[in-house]
């Protein structure tokens, strides 16, 4: 998975697939040299003759296309399982923290604890660690929600790391969050109404080392 700091792309358009926009497009357009059906007349015999307009038929679309996808309901990326609890506060006690240390799970754990207070959380596991590059895969692992019960993942890496996100996903395959670091979500938490199984996805967007991660819950 290839992260950056504002959304993960995808690359679904193949070579084919491409060409036939390209050629819908050029069609459309009146490129390629399109010849006008026989017996129609143009626009300038029209007005010859007495100015009536002369509609053209058009080309139906190209067909074998994808449907287009449809959006996500407002809150937070369509998850059904979850929703955001915005808090200024608790963007504010992590936002100016440092993202990059030389021992990634010290950082994580102090970032955690400077929000403590005001999240009124509690680490739920032990600190995840990993080796990544940007270049590599994502790493994932999971960790169980409660219902009724709110979340938040503190993460850095070490000093040769520029850049990471983490994705949280519910059981479905939804997003439930996505951030850079150090925090994600980055202005509150998520809250869960039924329990459900999450999957954390840890992504190096610039860089090669080590990283930690934890998440916290009320």
Not at 18 to 28: F, M, P
Not at 119 to 133: F, N, T
């Amino acid at each position: 998975m290839k992260p950056s700091r504002v959304g993960w792309s995808s690359r679904i358009v193949s070579g084919g697939l491409a060409g036939v926009v390209a050629g819908a497009l050029t069609l459309a357009c009146g490129g390629g040299g399109a010849k006008a059906p026989a017996g129609a007349s143009s626009s300038a015999d029209a007005g010859a003759e007495g100015g009536a307009a002369v509609e053209l038929a058009t080309s139906p679309p190209p067909t074998g296309l994808p449907p287009m996808a449809s959006m996500p309901p407002p809150g937070v990326a369509g998850s059904k399982k979850a929703k955001l609890r915005s808090d200024a506060t608790l963007a504010a006690c992590s936002g100016a923290g440092r993202t990059r240390a030389k021992d990634p799970a010290e950082l994580v754990k102090k970032l955690g604890e400077a929000c403590a207070a005001t999240s009124k959380m509690k680490p739920l596991g032990a600190v995840l660690r990993g080796q990544q590059a940007d270049r590599e895969p994502h790493q994932a692992s999971t960790f169980r929600a409660e219902a009724n019960r709110c979340y938040r993942v503190y993460f850095g890496g070490d000093e040769a790391v520029a850049d990471m996100v983490v994705v949280l996903r519910d059981s479905a395959g939804d997003i439930v969050a996505e951030a850079p670091s150090p925090a994600a979500p980055d202005g509150g938490a998520v809250c869960f109404t039924a329990a459900d199984e999450v999957s954390l996805l840890v992504a190096v967007g610039s860089g090669k080392g080590a990283w930690a991660a934890q998440v916290w819950s009320d």
